[in-house]
């Protein structure tokens, strides 16, 4: 349908929208006309992609001023559905616009999604496909095959290069398995195709770190152009992904791997003095002139940028001690002395960036600008070392990426030195962690960079938290919620068990057999009665492993399977992915299927369970992170201090969300029902149930509030039976659900529907 908004064109490809897609393009489009960011939480299965989308492209179309969407996602899934989706909406206006300008639109993913050179991206990480490409197409790799045919190059990579400026795509949607493609016909490499043709898309897919994380935005967007307008979807997490961005951690093996570096880098410049001295002596002219990095390397020679955000890059020359490649290998090698030295420690230790940083000076004769050029230094280097296998050298890269970071900023992180995991304290296992404890750091580029940021998602409540801990303005914040003709969602708090026991999570309480046996007998009353899926998330992995331990002992797991299958979410990818296969082919044949899970883990942020994959979602616990932890401990101190969040607020306002994040897998779309079940007496105190997106809130009303197991299972019996009544779809009057282009054309479109 095609519909105006405010005067805008807006092309949507289904002949129905629903009002608060409606609502949320209004609010989108001001956003976009006060060229400002904005914050907008839209409840899951609403078709948020495809609203985005529609609003933006339309108003790529009307406006030709208006740069590039960058269209962020958290994972390859993700990025694949919204390409999908955009493919349909490109078709539709190919339809609409007939010889109109056409759209190029592609997903960038790692080498080791794009690769189609057979002998390198069959390696095992990301790291050694990485490794394998550079010692095909590196610039010196190339050069001596020219003249000995014997040394490999990659022919796809060549082939790429030779067309140069004439490689080049059709206008169209490409997923990654459509770039593959596209390489595989042409003879082309795909992924630095990819690279090359972002600066000609209009739309461009990709993963939230190629923004925030400076060491791959330096290399993949640093041509963007002001006018872009990016979206970061699934982003109620967005703070954990800016913090892990800049924080760098290091263990003994990272230190013994720097030391095996250092040793082998000594090696070649040795053997470079005595066969090739004017490359070293090259480099250093470069260095002395002020070049720590050349411009002109070849796209297949820059593989990691600098860590430091965009404005704290130094344009200076580097510094004269470490000029020479041996100065700088000494300069390495005290550095990693000295870390070796602060991990023997026994005790755990707590230390800012400036004493940390005067106590190298001190102890190993290291002063803050030489740290402060590391980076740029050991890239010169490796570089001019020719050295191609780059994942035999990360751990040095993570030493030096430390101490650049520790060299150019003075607040915002925090230095903690732990002997041992307080969860395992027998086992020694020191960590040096360098915690980025602001997440507004690594995101102020992107804002003050580009003139519209989205953020979006289906749990951002409470909604106002963001702006202080991001630390901007958004010209529009706003929560939808959802428009149905029947109630679909039954959320429940349970609060008690049928012998009235009170139920929760809380470290004194979880271990209670009686809590235990009520949990128990709570899921094997409702697998009893819910049909088709049912999936449990706990708080943690131990806990997990306890709790289904003690129903194994007590026999409540036997009983649970005369009923359904139960699978298990691990820690090990394959086997997580075994189980939810299974799990779905139980619940298609009609055996029913229950799958325990874990909250923050894989399944609880990338897997939905729609439609008979998930009838009932029970969430067993408060999902708060552990408190114990240093770094949680030290992020807590500093957001009091500085954005004067108290310690209470942040942790509910984070595991709240992280329960939604949880429960909301269940409802992916409008004909679609589901039950959602927050087990722990703690939900039904005001400060941790207002907390919740404003689109469960809406049904959850105070006869599902303090609810015991048996009262729980009469309401879920009541709820399925009105479920399997017919109902329309459309709904009517002021419950209207479904609005065509009638309905829109009938309405002002300068207010909101209801």
Not at 356 to 373: C, E, P, R, S
Not at 446 to 461: A, D, E, K, N, P
Request: charged share 25%; hydrophobic share 40%; aromatic share 10%.
């Amino acid at each position: 349908m095609k519909f105006e908004i405010e005067n805008l064109t807006v092309y949507f490809p289904y002949e129905h929208i629903y009002p608060e897609q409606y609502q949320y393009m209004m609010e989108l489009k001001r956003a976009l006309d006060a060229k400002g960011h904005c914050l907008l939480e839209m409840p899951t299965g609403t078709g948020k992609t495809i609203t985005l989308l529609s609003l933006i492209t339309s108003y790529q179309l009307s406006d030709s001023s208006v740069g590039k969407l960058i269209y962020c996602t958290r994972t390859v899934h993700e990025m694949e559905k919204v390409l999908a989706e955009l493919r349909l909406l490109n078709d539709y206006q190919q339809k609409e616009l007939g010889s109109a300008p056409k759209i190029l639109a592609l997903g960038l993913s790692s080498r080791k999604n794009l690769c189609i050179n057979e002998k390198i991206r069959s390696a095992n990480s990301r790291e050694s496909v990485d490794a394998g490409c550079r010692k095909l197409t590196a610039s010196w790799v190339r050069a001596l095959a020219v003249d000995n045919p014997n040394i490999e190059t990659c022919q796809f990579f060549e082939n790429y290069d030779k067309q140069g400026a004439e490689a080049i795509m059709p206008p169209g949607v490409y997923t990654l398995q459509e770039l593959r493609s596209f390489g595989r016909s042409k003879g082309w490499c795909p992924y630095f195709l990819a690279r090359h043709m972002i600066q000609f898309a209009n739309i461009v897919v990709y993963n939230y770190q190629y923004l925030l994380d400076p060491k791959v935005a330096g290399i993949i967007s640093r041509e963007m152009q002001k006018e872009c307008i990016v979206v970061f979807d699934e982003a109620h997490n967005i703070d954990n992904v800016c913090i892990e961005a800049l924080s760098v951690n290091i263990r003994e093996q990272t230190l013994t791997g720097a030391t095996r570096n250092i040793t082998k880098m000594t090696e070649i410049v040795e053997k470079f003095k005595a066969s090739d001295a004017n490359r070293l002596r090259a480099e250093y002219n470069r260095l002395v002139e002020g070049l720590a990095q050349r411009s002109d390397l070849p796209i297949s020679d820059t593989w990691i940028a600098n860590p430091l955000l965009p404005d704290d890059i130094v344009k200076e020359a580097v510094p004269g001690n470490i000029r020479r490649a041996e100065h700088f290998l000494s300069v390495l090698r005290r550095l990693v002395q000295y870390l070796k030295i602060r991990l023997r420690t026994e005790d755990v230790q707590t230390e800012g960036l400036v004493p940390f940083v005067a106590n190298i000076n001190t102890q190993a004769g290291i002063d803050q600008k030489m740290l402060k050029f590391c980076y740029d230094r050991l890239h010169s280097l490796l570089v001019t070392l020719e050295i191609t296998d780059t994942d035999e050298f990360l751990h040095i890269q993570t030493v030096c990426d430390f101490a650049t970071l520790i060299g150019t900023y003075n607040h915002g992180f925090s230095i903690i030195i732990e002997p041992f995991d307080d969860r395992m304290p027998d086992v020694p296992d020191p960590i040096l962690q360098l915690s980025c404890l602001d997440a507004s750091l690594a995101i102020q580029p992107v804002f003050q960079r580009f003139q519209s940021v989205i953020i979006t998602s289906g749990t951002l409540s409470p909604i106002d938290l963001y702006p202080r801990l991001l630390k901007f303005n958004p010209v529009i914040s706003q929560t939808f919620t959802m428009s149905l003709t029947r109630d679909c969602l039954c959320p429940m708090v349970l609060t008690r068990g049928s012998d009235h026991l009170p139920l929760s999570t809380k470290f004194d309480m979880r271990s209670d057999p009686g809590v235990v046996r009520n949990y128990g007998r709570l899921l094997l009353e409702m697998v009893a009665a819910v049909p088709d899926g049912v999936v449990c998330f706990f708080v943690s992995y131990s806990y997990m492993d306890g709790i289904v331990n003690s129903w194994n002992e007590m026999g409540i797991l036997k009983d649970i399977m005369q009923h359904k299958l139960v699978f298990i979410e691990t820690q090990d990818v394959v086997e997580t992915t075994l189980a939810l296969d299974n799990y779905r082919r139980a619940c298609d044949c009609g055996r029913g299927a229950v799958f325990f899970s874990v909250a923050r883990g894989k399944v609880a942020e990338g897997i939905d369970f729609d439609r008979h994959y998930g009838r009932l979602v029970i969430m067993f616990g408060v999902p708060f992170q552990y408190t114990l932890s240093r770094i949680l401990r030290a992020r807590l101190d500093y957001l009091r201090e500085t954005f004067q969040i108290k310690e209470g607020d942040f942790l509910t306002f984070d595991a709240v969300r992280q329960a939604a994040q949880c429960v909301g897998r269940v409802i992916r779309s409008k004909a679609d029902y589901g039950m959602m079940i927050f087990a722990d007496k703690r939900y039904s105190r005001h400060d941790k149930r207002s907390k919740l997106p404003g689109w469960i809130l809406s049904h959850l009303g105070d006869a599902h509030l303090n609810l015991s197991t048996d009262m729980a299972l009469h309401i879920a019996r009541e709820f399925l039976r009105r479920m399997a009544q017919p109902y329309d779809k459309a709904g009517s009057g002021s419950k209207k659900t479904l609005l065509s282009q009638e309905d829109l054309e009938k309405m002002d479109g300068k207010t909101a529907i209801f």
